[in-house]
């Protein structure tokens, strides 16, 4: 069972600029292979597949042509595009309305996800280490239970997060031989009808309150 435990970190202005220069670098190589995969379509009728453009990673790191410091970061992004491709045909199959894959504006690209926990992100005490970033102060207000699996940085409203997620078991819940008071709403003879329906209860609940 996959389990995300979500928190937020603090980058120094250096660290969230590097942030930054990654998320847009990320961006910009997804929209070099989608703008790949439609010029090859129009001008050759061919279909490139994620492995094809995988294997071109390694090179264009080579020539300084991709600023995404972690290799298996940039992996992930050309397999986010390949997912978006394959559900893209999966509605043209199935008959329903289907919108072609878009190029991704900067200012909406703001996750960057390492696909394998400690392979350029790790979790260290109460601080997160990225590669390409540095050490970054993290607010752990909870213990990540489970074993860590993948590890996302996220840009949202202008603040930083770093998602874990988690392979986990799933964790019954406690038993309790009381029924809890506190908090609940009782129903009582006064909110039924003849017919055992709930009634007057929106009444009951927009009564303007009294000052």
Known sequence: ??????YRIYPNREQAEALTFQLREACDLYNAALEERMGAW???????????QA??????????????????CCQDVLRRLDKTFAAFFARIQRGEKAG?????????YDTLTFPSYNDGCKLIDRTVRIQGVGVIKIKLHRPVAGTIKT???????????VIFS??????????S????????????SNHLNSRGLIKNLFQTFSRPMRR
């Open 1 to 6: 069972m996959r389990i995300s435990f979500r």
């Open 55 to 72: 294997k071109q990673l390694k090179a264009m790191r080579a020539q300084n042509l991709i600023g995404v410091a972690n290799f298996s």
């Open 166 to 175: 988690v392979e986990g078991a799933a964790q019954p819940l406690p038993i």
């Open 42 to 52: 129009k001008l050759c009728r061919k279909s490139i597949s994620y492995y094809d």
């Open 100 to 108: 072609f894959p878009r190029f991704q504006p900067g200012s909406r």
């Open 177 to 188: 031989n009381q029924m809890p008071t506190a908090g609940l709403f009782t129903f009582s």
């Open 151 to 161: 590890v996302s940085i996220q840009r949202k409203a202008g603040r930083w997060f």
